[in-house]
């Protein structure tokens, strides 16, 4: 009788080149994403070594970290910058890997492109030099980041040495309310386990209200896995999965099409497969959420309070006091209410056609407050034309917002698009560190709808008194 075996395992497993006895695994690596931060010094690690990369067709370039998201037609002013995109350039050349380069019409961030092309597919093994690759789980892969080495390593072997993670299932019954999206049921999972809920774990999400996401839902969620210390998190892959995938670029086509559909197909969980930890919440209890510390675990509901630190265990409460001290706010303070000065749209967790149509959906015949700035960041060259074409930009423009280009922008605050200290930021991005978004920003992590309706109001609010 075969054993039973998670998602996790078939994919793991059936990627392993070689298992080394109380050590890591040699795997195969299907679709390895580069970009111009984290690449230029593995580049160099390969010509030290007299190397050449092993697949270039399995390597899918795009520069999207710290290019500028104004006139990107014109040289890149920062000269670190511009340096790290000329190498990622002549890299490229030399070694005959795919490079969508700024103003190629399939530009934009790593995490966002590959899926829209048709490149991520489910069942692959997918790495990049950048925490957020467990965006692609979304697709029912096994994606993770790499650092610069073991970047390195995989355009050398195309393989990669890696120890076998725990396996955890987060399961989310039931059906949201109106205004909750996949951003809070990410921001809501990490409050409950905390940002070291995951370590050593992969995620695999499951569950009704899982099922009910669109792939940029999942995307999101997939991608906010990394920030509960896990190593990754997938979704089994479904009809939704196929019909997102549906004539993308480099998606099966015709006969191999069928005969992809019918292998996808059989990429789930078997019923009494084990995991080594599971949760279970339900969809009722989630409202929409917003950070206020300096970790995406330090959330709570946009009408909540600051929890009162007496409430923590004393070990905890020299960091939560200090988080709270830089965020400007005290414990047991109502969010609600409090002024803001920037709102951010964009970034690889929230920078799809989907986030751009919700936001402009929600600001449709209503004006941006006067107190606030607004960067609104396309993922990619094809969510920007999509925007247009679709009439968004007209809505946007028509509210005060301004449609940026694509970038990983103000997420990381790598390029000019920085958050000045001690102003705050209510960002649809995934992190909240002390200086994340410009040395001294202070950033509150929440949806789309939420952003919405804070750059409306001009102070932290909730989307559903708009939406009821």
Known sequence: MSKSMTLFDKIWDGHTVKSIENGPSVMYIDRHYIHEVTSPVAFLGLE????????????????????????????????????????????????????????HKWQGIVHVIGPELGLTQPGMTIVCGDSHTSTHGAFGCVAFGIGTSEVEMVLGTQCIMQPKPKKMRIKIDGVLSKGVTAKDIALYIISQISTSGGTGHFIEYAGSAIEGLTMEGRMTLCNMSIESGARGGLIAPDQTTFEYLKNREFSPKDQKWEYAMAKWALLKTDEDASFHKEYLFHAKDI????????????????????PLAASLVENERVTYEKSLQYMGFSDGDKLQGKSIDYVFIGSCTNGRIEDLREFAHFIKGKKKAENITAWIVPGSKQVEVQAQEEGLLAILEAAGFELRQPGCSACLAMNDDKIPAGKYAVSTSNRNFEGRQGPGARTLLASPLVAAACAISGKITDPREYLN
């Open 48 to 103: 030290k070594r007299g190397l050449n990369v092993a697949n270039p067709q399995k390597t899918t370039a795009t520069p999207d970290h710290n290019i500028p998201t104004q006139d990107q037609h014109l040289t890149i002013q920062d000269a670190l910058s511009k340096n790290q995109v000329d190498k990622l350039m002549k890299n490229c050349k030399n070694h005959n890997i795919p490079l969508y380069g700024l103003n």
């Open 287 to 306: 409202e929409p959420m917003i950070t206020f510390g300096t970790n995406p675990g330090m959330g709570t509901g946009v009408t909540g309070h600051i």
